[in-house]
């Protein structure tokens, strides 16, 4: 099975607030304003928002450790040419930005964000201020894909819990570990069935998940909205990537380090290579399981998370065993999230820590460790 990873920096001067400079950079790299561009061994692309980069590997690859080469030499050499001119930040959401100042990519693609506007009214932070790790996982055939859609699907909580990383919204802790899910879950709600509340209903079949898409698109198509019909409009936690034969799990935090977003990576993988799991699998069931893991990240799910450590440990190759120590920290010591929670209610200064984080990015360090 080959991994892919997608990760969301956001753009910062010295003092962490956001710059809407993504088109800038880009044309400064390459000489226009793309979309996307082949940035030695990664791609870097725009998002909706101005304010935030992606980094993606060149390629996917058999290994963690590949993944994470590519990423952090594409890192490195971001910051050669750059220097401190910006400061990228990881996590879930950026912690200060307030949406009303976040202008959105107006170079190409305006036709589908306009009709995103008209559907769902992007100017909202489950929009605009948003930053996902996504792990895209190759399957196949249809019956591979059926297993791992499933599985996966089961252990999106257990994955929200550990990679929860956005309790500040607008410079105040909210009382919530995963805020970018909260709004994100909600930024559809017009046509729900998008989103599916993270968690995606079971299915049987190939033929189950595709009723499922055209249920959506013809919903689309009723609203003059045929330019979105296409298998990446599908919002859930996991969804079906044809075009790319992978599945993308889309429910997780960007993290503060490429380090520890190998860490989740490397703990997935062999929780897939489990003949059985003693997870939840009712729809119901994993809903509420799930808003345990966004209200309180680790806390309340220690126990299941030690058990599924333990699982994935047994059923790891070395390369992944060398990357779930970190997870391990994350378990027994609380999520990101609950960590900066606990920094900012003990008294340090938002950003001293996002200061921290920043530097672990730059030196591709996992806080904590």
């Known amino acids: 099975m080959t991994i892919g990873t997608e990760h969301e920096f956001s753009i910062n001067d010295s003092e962490f607030h956001p710059l809407p400079v993504s088109d800038q950079i880009l044309k400064e790299i390459c000489g226009s304003f793309e979309s996307e561009i082949l940035f030695g061994d990664v791609w870097l692309a725009k998002e909706l928002q101005k304010t935030v980069i992606e980094m993606v590997p060149r390629s996917p690859a058999v290994e963690i450790a590949a993944l994470e080469s590519q990423l952090t030499q594409g890192l490195s050499r971001f910051y050669r040419i750059f220097g401190n001119r910006y400061r ?26 306009r009709t995103y506007d008209r559907l769902f009214d992007i100017r909202q932070h489950g929009w605009l201020n948003i930053q996902a790790l996504q792990i895209n996982l190759s399957f196949q055939d249809s019956s591979e894909l059926v297993f791992l859609f499933n599985r996966i699907r089961s252990l999106l909580p257990y994955l929200i ?66 330019i979105l019909c296409e298998e990446w409009v599908d919002s859930a936690g996991v969804i079906v990537r044809f075009s790319r034969k992978c599945l993308e799990i889309k429910a997780l935090d960007e993290q503060e380090s490429i380090r520890s977003d190998m860490a989740f990576a490397a703990f997935v993988r062999p929780l897939l290579r489990c003949h059985t799991l003693p997870v939840e699998t009712g729809q119901d069931a994993l809903l509420e399981l799930a808003e345990l893991a966004v209200q309180r990240g680790t806390s309340g799910l220690k126990d299941e998370l030690r058990q599924m450590y333990d699982l994935a440990w047994r059923n790891a190759t070395p390369d992944e065993r060398g990357y779930l120590p970190i997870v391990r920290d994350r378990i027994e010591n609380g999520c990101l999230a609950e960590r900066i929670a606990g920094r900012i209610s003990r008294g340090k200064a938002l950003t001293t820590v996002l200061a921290d984080m920043e530097t672990c990015l730059r030196e591709n360090r996992a806080y904590g460790l």
Not at 96 to 101: C, D, F, G
């Open 161 to 226: 819990a550990i990679t929860a990383s956005s309790p500040v919204v607008e410079g105040k802790l909210t009382g919530s570990c995963d805020n970018r899910l909260l709004f994100y879950r909600q930024n559809q709600k017009e046509l729900p069935a998008i989103c599916s509340g993270i968690i995606p209903e079971k299915i049987r079949t190939v033929a189950d998940h595709k009723r499922r898409m055209e249920s959506i698109w013809r919903e689309l198509r009723s609203r003059d909205a045929d």
């Open 88 to 113: 990228l930040l990881g996590l879930g959401m950026h912690p200060t930005a307030r949406v009303h100042e976040i202008p959105v990519w107006d170079h190409d693609e305006g036709e589908y964000y």
